[in-house]
């Protein structure tokens, strides 16, 4: 399992890496690198501001994001409210939606003449978010969504026993809820909280789009702003990712402290599944905070797509609406659905093997006394914090030398290199997912099953899949959803004539079509968000589906 | 229909990678004797690659292959790096050579970063692109076909025969403006708008103009550049710093330029030729002006790869984008058609300003220079 992660993730990264320490080694150069570089980040004005802005970007917007997103999934999974699904929608909307798209979004409704101006006279609002502050509640408000799912999934079981025994000495549901359940679920929010902090910090679009208004560059922007140097500095681009990777260890090890000691298995035969009850009252206050979040997070940047969409720049100034952009999406010889079919093919392959690998990753994590767990653990991390463009140019380094020709491993410049590096992004996601919810079946449970002389595989089927089939579900269409438009890796490792979805949206952009782009997204976010909704509604265990009305 | 194209598709991807698989172990024949026997080996490979890696079923590939055979380009495969245009070159030429084109379109810096990283074992054939001072690098490090001219270079006007380099490493297809002055109508107009690059650091602009960042945009560059050869790196540095002082807004692309400029963020700008012109063309209000000391260009070149296979077809590629009716196709048909041709009996866009003054910095000035600068300019704007 180790094994996998490094080939997959580790080495591409340190190929990159190494190029600080030897340049030239892929291409036969034994030349020792300059290594004073490594404290160029703290002499560097650039360099100085990019890790600082980084490290306040990715500490706001954890706890705020953390916090919306436990608070809504807590809600979710406690209580019956009007407009529930929604919130299912909206979240799986924000996972799968690149970053750059949501960023387009917010720019159009905040910029100094943008659509809040136009439309309801709000001039605050463009000197609000074009602050840090602002930049945080953006960004909160976009990656909430990994604290949701992480706390969601592992709300799937619960024993009502703890919570019934607490209230009935008298605790009231805050008491309860903080001595009781949020003890518990600690790890759940700790593995949603990692989750919103790499995202963050290895974002390139969001900060990049909004915080160029006011100049904010983060890690993200310095490693691009390398490799788009003529000579290009892979060495740079080494440099700060590897401070990247340190941020992560760093915030790992500070979840470590928090959870050392404690054990988070109290799943017992007790366990009934979490379904979601009537509100005694305030159902109607659920729904109206509900439905105000979400028209917030994803109301604003989807609504400022969508108008964008259908809007055409009249000569006289003023804006028509029409269809032509979505006209255009399917006489223009098939580009996009080529480039969606291709994109949902890689995606369905990256879930899918991811999966198998990720649940393996956490059952290590959680269950081996396998001595390298911490390094496992940081590993398949990296992947979603180290920008994808790093990780690309790693695997070509590794996978475009010429010997791997003659064993038929020479997979750049094929489609195969896509669906691993596709694997590699999505398996923090499925590990966290996977590894919050293992943490709540205890190892006595798995014990007994093979003391009855249930194999491995009888274990998998017959323990797991019942009590985690949730957590499987959400994780692989996570992987499935961010893998369709994970744009940074394809667009330096797709192979000749093999466009994929984000790469023909990013250049509709960059060729100034917003319409077009914007209608290529919403056409495409919108076939996958469909996929995604029959997929969970196939597969997610049917009593919970059931009890909804 | 749907199956035909899929079809296509498949043929288009084993081709890919019979092509690639075969072009890589040439390479390697070349480098190495004793790997002469490799191409045989590799292409048995390919089928079990390709089935591999989630691509449609090789069986498609085999009636395929026998079907692309075209008259005189025997359906060879030439692998063009590109960043505009892809959609107009590839039929055309093809139609008119019989290779076949394998594209990889990208923006200017995810190609230069593959170029870069594919070093030790390229898959590239031909370059083009408009960063003439990186592709100038490639050639001063020995990576170019150099010593030939093509035969439609003997059309190459007075001004773009001066950006063909010495040893002939790369032919210019076209100079656009990195950056015209763009300002929004509603706010300026022809009298009060900003007129030279000096005035863009006039207080009265005072944080209402925008560009691009050079660390980022391609196109951004060849802009900045100009300023520090014609004036000297101290004034270089001393004009930009007045810009920084006067709140100038840096936004990572052109596109965002683009976007602050009709949402209102900025007034003016400095921004891409094309940009500009297709903002003006759908209807935003914006006027355009050209400097009369001149815009800084950006000039597009394509090159070939020194060790290439395919060394026929990419000759016959660059001679096809040194045809004057290549050319004009650019201009009628392409995304970045706002450019002055290369050769002569090309017609630029009509709307395009007729004294549009380009100058342009001299590519391995510029290619030498690029990191300190950038690193300056990265390292200032920050502050």
Known sequence: MLAVLILLILLPLAAVVIQVLLPGVFFGNWQLGDLSLLLDVFRRPLWYTSLKNTIVLGLGTTLLGTLIGAALATVRAQWKFPGARLLDVTVWLLVITPSFILAQGWVMFAAAGGLAKQWFGWDWLHSFIFTPVGLIVVMALSKFPFAYLAVYTALEWKV???????????????????????????????SGAMLVFMDTVGDFGLPASIAAVFRFPTLPYSIYSALYTSPIRFDMAGVLSFYLVLLIA????????????????????????????PPIRGKWLFAAINVLTMAIAAGIPFGSNLLTSVTRSGSGGGAALTLDNYKQLFE???????????????????AVIGLIVGFFVSYVLTYSRFALRQAVDVISL?????????????????WNQAWLEKIGMLLYGKPGILVLASVAGAIPVITRMLSGAMAKVPERLLAAAQMQGAGFGSRLRTVFVPLLRGALVSAALAAFGASVFDLATTSILFPPNFMTLPVVINQAFEDLKFGYAAAA????????????MIIEWLFKPKKARRTEP | MRSSKWLTTAALLSLTVAATACGNSNDNASNNASASQSPSASASTSPSASAESASPSPSASAPAESASAAPNGNGETLTVYLNDFDDIVKPMFEEQTGYKLNIVSGNGAEIMSRIEAEKGNPH???????????????GAKGELLEGWTPDNAANLTDFSKQFVPANQSYYPTGTHAASVIVYNTKSFDEASAPKTWADLADPKFKGAVGMADPAVAAPAYPFVAWFFQSQGMDAGKSYFQSLIKNGIHIYPK?????????????????????????LKNSGEPIGIIWPEEGAPG?????????NTQHADAAKAFVNFLLDPKTQQALIDKGDESYFEPSVKGVTAKPDRDPNAKLVVAEAGWAGEHEGEIKQWFADNSVQ
């Not at chain 1, 760093?250 to 009850?277: C, G, H, I, K």
């Open chain 2, 124 to 138: 590239w054939d031909v370059v083009w692109m408009d960063s003439m001072p990186s592709i100038d690098q490639l």
């Open chain 1, 382 to 398: 990296i992947s979603l914090a180290v920008p994808g463009v790093v990780l690309g140019i790693g695997y070509i380094f590794i």
């Open chain 2, 298 to 306: 950006s000039v597009r070149v394509a090159a070939i790869q020194k």
């Open chain 2, 254 to 278: 052109n596109p965002q330029v683009a976007n602050a400029l009709t949402s209102g963020e900025i007034k003016a700008a400095a921004l891409q030729e094309s940009n500009a012109y297709t």
């Open chain 1, 250 to 277: 760093l915030a790992m090890s500070v979840q470590f402290y928090v959870l050392r000691r404690s054990r988070f298995d109290f799943l017992n035969a007790r366990a009934t599944r979490s379904e979601p009850r």
């Open chain 1, 521 to 532: 997204t919403l056409t495409g976010g919108g076939a996958v968000i469909a996929a995604i």
């Open chain 1, 160 to 190: 009502d026993r703890l919570g019934e025994a607490a209230r009935m000495n008298g605790g009231s549901p805050w008491t309860v809820w903080r001595t009781v359940h949020a003890p518990l679920l600690l790890p759940a929010y700790c």
């Open chain 1, 332 to 350: 223009t010889s098939g580009l996009l659905s080529e480039g969606l079919v291709h994109s949902l093919e890689i995606a369905a392959g990256a």
